[in-house]
């Protein structure tokens, strides 16, 4: 059984900074990368960040780049995103996903719960 868990979300106020982590169990067997996703209401889902599994390379949004930062811990069971200059428009739902593709959500099969991630003006 595969069980992903965000952590790390909260209310922030512009400018600031937020650590998320996704905890991973169970087999992790074809996925090749895992992403960050967000939605906000009103909004469909959009892609934020992956990592590739195997060589660590990472890519991001436009929106996010400069301030996002994916990573994994040396054991692969754990997946982060460093948000830093939180912008309002960063608020969402933001969710861990894995699989096999790259920034579409229909590439990822696996997905955690969401964590909400709120930044004030």
């Known amino acids: 059984q595969v069980q992903l868990v965000e952590s790390g979300g909260g209310l922030v106020q512009a400018g600031g900074s937020l650590r998320l982590s996704c905890a991973v169990s169970g087999r992790t067997l074809g996925w090749y990368r895992m992403g960050w996703f967000r939605q906000a209401p009103g909004k469909e889902r959009e892609f934020v960040a992956y990592?590739?599994?195997?060589?660590?390379?990472?890519d991001y949004s436009d929106s996010v780049s400069g301030r996002f930062t994916i990573s994994r811990d040396d054991a692969k069971n754990t997946l982060f995103l460093q948000m830093n200059s939180l912008k309002p428009e960063d608020t969402a739902v933001y969710y861990c996903?894995?699989?096999?593709?790259?920034?579409?959500?229909?590439?990822?099969?696996?997905w955690g719960q969401g964590t909400q991630v709120t930044v004030s003006s």
């Open positions: 996903a894995a699989g096999v593709g790259g920034y579409s959500s229909q590439d990822y099969n696996y």
């Open positions: 990592i590739r599994w195997i060589n660590g390379r990472t």
